[in-house]
């Protein structure tokens, strides 16, 4: 698959725009030289292997830890210059949620709005509700499962109705509703105009909630694509016929179908001749093995993250 | 995760206007500090330091004599052990709430939360400092009451009246004056040792631990000098001591009232041999006190600032 590095999609408002963005330790680079722009209403997908410099990222760009070199800007100002501007409007939640244990739900909701300037109890009501929590708003955070803790760490994030929302595994913890509520809610908020920002290791979500992804390994960016994209596979088809193998045997004899191969349903993935569909079912109907689909092969996004990540090793691709 | 709740326009409105604030953030953490048990049991705890002495002095059976006898002298005497007890205990009470209001937010995390949301670094840091002085300030002023109010009716529970007030003098209202002074400075000493011990180890259990034993530890380190300068009979071991915090502190209310006001603690070393009458050691006097004590505290005081802005935070 040839490598794409279009940090940035056509059109819209960019929202988030980093900038060779580096972070050194010692001799070690974290994040190195990292350009990406998300636009307005995007479902940004970052994903990356463990160590691959993801969570160093989010913490820059939010202000958290300083930048070696390079920029970020969200909403069109430096997070360094503006923070103080631009970072309420941006909801986040980074690695696994924080909350003050030895308060109840709603009032971890009201410390953090406090120290943001005020958030109306309506406000508090609303978020606990898009959460699901408002039946355990008033027990102790630390009697709260992960699930639940993570539910919390959402509705911190989204407490001041934010135009950017950054989530760090949101769906760590949730059981399989609510890994579905999530997904939901995701949406909605892009429906509205909201752009997330997720880092997920669940690449079946990812692939279900996310616009675009993009990739990183040993802190540089892979790859920025659209899901599309990315799981299209280039050129081949994915074709379901009956003798497969002997099919398989005739098209790896011909100059156009050297790489074809069965994937694990049976299905013969190729090449075609001239690159055109129309002309692999003629051949194959003329050798007697009329397909019963032809198509254009797709690949699963855990598939095409393996391959470009070494194996999810982070491994020098 | 339900239905989207749309909320009204202004509140709407007004959620999007709301950026941190100084105040708010202060708001912020007294509502945090009065969610924690800790804070009220401390409190509790605290308030019976307060009353303690008073009832044990209340008991003693030559009090009446001893009032008859030197009013100014047992009001004196009053003044040294209240006072030394709100002093110590609540910087101890202050060492706790600091390092927990401080480090509990490295502990938990949640200092990731405030400052990911525009939350300024130092205004954070400043905001906790503010709500704990305040915390200070209403402590001690509650002790001095307490302390005032309870002598005044032991007295007049015992004597039947209080004519021996009458006896203060000027002077020993300017002495209890200094000794508030001196009492709310080692509170903001006490509050700037547990800031920079929970910012350098950015958790609760650092702080906590780093500011509880270095009273402890500095107070015993001049059993250590004395028995260094016993073996090796060299000043320095004797002299250093007069450049420790706590027995600066601890001298300080005796030095600034020339004597008039005693109080507790280990003190810097100061020998005299008879035999010789050589002196052995630094004598110190109040400004020493007062300069020592500002060069720790701006010490801390720069520690917790210099780290808290410049520190990436990986919590």
């Known amino acids: ?317 | 995760m339900s239905a989207v709740i749309t909320t009204p326009t202004t509140e709407q409105m007004q959620v999007h206007k709301a950026t941190p604030s100084f105040f708010g953030l202060v708001r912020g953490e007294f509502f945090k500090l009065s969610r924690q048990w800790t804070t009220w049991i401390l409190f509790v705890l605290l308030l019976g330091t307060f009353v303690l002495p008073i009832i044990v002095e209340a008991t003693g059976a030559d009090i009446k004599d001893r009032i008859n006898a030197d009013a100014l002298h047992f009001y004196y005497n009053q003044l040294g052990i209240t006072m030394s007890i709100l002093r110590v205990f609540s910087g101890i009470f202050l060492l706790i709430v600091t390092a927990r209001v401080i480090g509990l937010e490295y502990q938990l995390g949640t200092i990731r939360v405030l400052l990911s949301r525009g939350v300024g670094r130092l205004q954070l840091l400043f905001a906790k400092l503010l709500t704990v002085v305040l915390v200070a300030l209403a402590i001690i002023a509650l002790g001095i009451l307490i302390n005032y109010l309870l002598t005044i009716l032991m007295v007049s529970a015992i004597i039947g009246n209080l004519d021996s007030l009458s006896k203060l003098t000027s002077q020993f209202w300017s002495d209890a004056w200094v000794y508030v002074w001196y009492t709310l400075l080692n509170a903001g000493v006490s509050i700037l040792l547990a800031t920079a011990a929970a910012v350098v180890g950015r958790s609760l259990s650092f702080g906590l631990s780093a500011a509880l034993v270095f009273f402890p530890i500095d107070n015993f380190g001049t059993l250590i000098m004395n028995l260094a300068f016993r073996i090796t009979h060299s000043d320095f071991w004797l002299s250093i001591t007069a450049y420790f915090l706590g027995p600066n502190l601890n001298v300080m209310p005796t030095v600034l009232t020339s004597g008039r006001v005693d109080s507790i603690g280990a003190t810097p070393l100061y020998l005299v041999d008879p035999q010789t009458n050589q002196a052995h050691g630094i004598l110190v006097d109040g400004t020493q006190t007062l300069v020592v004590a500002a060069v720790y505290a701006a010490i801390f005081a720069i520690a917790a600032i210099w780290l808290t802005w410049k520190r990436d935070v990986k919590e």
């Not at chain 1, 819209?12 to 001799?27: F, S």
């Not at chain 1, 308060?103 to 009201?110: E, I, P, V, Y």
């Open chain 1, 1 to 317: 698959m040839p490598e794409r590095n279009a940090a940035s999609s056509p059109g819209g408002e960019t929202v988030v725009n980093i900038r060779n963005l580096t972070k050194q330790y010692g001799q070690r680079l974290a994040v190195n030289n990292l350009s990406l722009e998300v636009q307005r209403g995007e479902i940004m997908g970052f994903l990356g292997p463990n160590g691959a410099g993801k969570t160093t990222t989010i913490r820059m760009m939010l202000g958290l830890i300083a930048a070696t070199s390079g920029s970020v800007e969200i909403l069109g100002k430096d997070i360094v210059t503006h923070r103080a501007q631009i970072l309420p409007r941006v909801g986040a939640l980074v690695e696994t949620p924080a909350l003050y244990l030895y308060m109840s739900g709603r009032d971890n909701l009201k410390a953090v709005g406090d120290a943001l300037g005020g958030v109306p109890k309506a406000r508090i009501d609303a978020v606990l509700e898009m959460v699901g929590l408002q039946n355990r708003q008033k027990d102790r955070v630390k009697t709260y499962s992960l699930g639940m803790k993570q539910r919390l760490g959402v509705a911190m994030a989204l407490l001041q109705d934010p135009d950017v929302l950054v989530l760090d595994e949101p769906a760590n913890g949730l059981d399989p509703a609510g890994i579905v509520e999530m997904r939901d809610l995701m949406h909605r908020l892009s429906a509205e105009g909201k752009t997330v920002f997720i880092s997920s290791h669940l690449l079946s979500e990812v692939q279900q909630i996310c616009t675009r992804v993009a990739i990183i390994n040993l802190g540089k960016l892979v790859t920025v694509s659209s899901i599309g994209e990315l799981t299209q596979s280039h050129g081949e088809f994915s074709v379901t016929l009956d003798r497969p193998q002997e099919a398989l045997a005739l098209v790896q004899s011909q100059p156009w179908g050297k790489n074809a191969r069965l994937d694990a349903n049976g299905a013969l993935i190729t090449t075609a001749p001239n690159n055109r569909g129309r002309e692999l079912n003629l051949f194959l109907v003329k050798a007697g093995f009329a397909p019963d689909t032809l198509t254009q092969a797709t690949q699963d996004l855990e598939e095409v993250f393996l391959r470009l990540t070494n194996g999810g090793a982070g491994g020098v691709q």
